[in-house]
């Protein structure tokens, strides 16, 4: 799909079919978030691949209660891990690793005729018990992976002139 329109077709489907996602097509998201950049090249974030129904119901419950999470067939957990970072102010730059990295993550789903909506309502630490995240891995993005049982309706934006701010 050219570029822009991968933007266009991209929203958040909260309904999965029950259908599994390949080994094949996971491996080329992790492929699309390894080309992130990232400050300094540190490349200060991890992502947990999530699987099987229990650990996935897990998630969800550790979502706020996020009930289609266990629908999908898997999910991507996208974490900071602040030491990898050199600089001062490591987790301000791991947030900003680690978003680019989940928004990555997100067009390549797309892009691969699949499905996902970036969750972030829950308790990093619960997530983490969830996943069995290592010391300093901090999740900031849930994303449940799976083939589209719904197409939405597409969602409002503002206008440019709203949000760009011109400075001459
Ligand atoms: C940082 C972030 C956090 C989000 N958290 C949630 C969430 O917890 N639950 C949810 O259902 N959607 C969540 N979303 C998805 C948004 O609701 C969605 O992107 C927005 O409504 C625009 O719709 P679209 O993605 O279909 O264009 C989140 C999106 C972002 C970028």
Redesign the pocket.
């Known amino acids: 799909m050219e570029f822009m329109e991968l933007l266009q077709a991209?929203?958040?489907?909260?309904r999965y079919r029950n259908e599994p996602v390949s080994e094949a097509l996971v491996g080329r998201i992790l492929e699309a978030v390894r080309t992130a950049p990232s400050a300094g090249n540190f490349q200060a974030y991890e992502i947990y691949v999530v699987e099987g129904k229990a650990r996935m119901e897990a998630l969800a419950e550790a979502?706020?209660s996020?009930e289609?999470i266990a629908q999908a067939p898997m999910a991507l957990v996208v974490c900071t891990n602040a030491a990898r970072c050199e600089y001062d102010g490591k987790e301000h730059w791991a947030l900003q690793d680690a978003?680019i990295a989940?928004t990555l993550a997100h067009l390549a789903v797309v892009e691969l005729g699949l499905a996902t909506?970036?969750?972030?309502?829950?308790l990093p630490a619960k997530v983490a018990e969830v996943v069995e995240a290592a010391e300093g891995h901090v999740p900031?993005?849930?994303l449940p992976v799976g083939y589209a049982d719904e197409a939405?309706p597409?969602?409002e934006?503002r206008k440019l002139e709203e949000f760009v701010h011109r400075c001459k």
């Open positions: 991209r929203q958040s489907v909260r979502t706020f996020h289609w978003s989940a909506c970036w969750v972030g309502a829950f900031v993005a849930v939405p597409r969602s934006r």
